[in-house]
C-alpha cells in the first residue's frame, strides 16, 4: 500500500479541522499524525492520534482536529508531516505524507468562551 501525497494547510491560532479519506481491506485500529520541521527532525511541532482523541476514525475517513491553541504556538512556515495507521490485523501502514504549510495569524484576540459574556480582551499592541 502506498501512501497518498497531500499537502495540507494550517492556519496559525485557529481550529484545525480536516477529513482524510482512506479505504484499506481491513479497518484501521489507530492513527497517529506528526508536524516536523523536515523529515529526520527531532523534534515534534505537532502531534495528533486516536489515544489522544485529536484523530477520530471513521466509516473510510480519519478526522483531525487540533485546537487554536495548538496551531497558534507553531510558528509559520513550510513544514513535513504524515499519518499513519494500524489495521486490524496489525499491520502499520502509512496513510497519508505531505507539506504542512502554517499561515500566520494576524488578529490576536481572545474570544469569552461561548455562553459567557463580556468584553474581548486585545493581546497586541497597536
Do not use: C, H
Not at 481491506?25 to 489515544?51: E, H
Not at 475517513?61 to 513550510?78: D, F, H, Q
Amino acid at each position: 500500500m502506498t501512501a497518498t501525497r497531500l499537502d495540507i494547510t494550517i492556519e496559525q491560532g485557529t481550529d484545525y479541522r480536516q477529513d482524510f479519506p482512506v479505504s484499506f481491506p481491513l479497518p484501521l485500529v489507530k492513527a497517529a499524525m506528526q508536524l516536523r520541521g523536515a523529515y529526520g527532525g527531532p523534534t515534534a511541532l505537532l502531534t495528533l492520534g486516536t489515544d489522544a482523541g485529536t484523530l477520530t476514525l471513521g466509516t473510510n475517513i480519519v478526522s483531525a482536529k487540533a485546537g487554536w491553541a495548538l496551531t497558534e504556538a507553531i510558528l509559520s512556515g513550510a513544514y513535513v508531516y504524515d499519518m499513519k495507521g494500524e489495521l486490524s490485523d496489525g499491520t502499520v501502514v502509512r496513510i497519508y505524507y505531505g507539506t504542512a504549510s502554517v499561515t500566520p495569524e494576524v488578529t490576536t484576540i481572545d474570544f469569552p468562551p461561548v455562553g459567557e459574556s463580556g468584553s474581548y480582551i486585545l493581546l497586541g499592541v497597536f
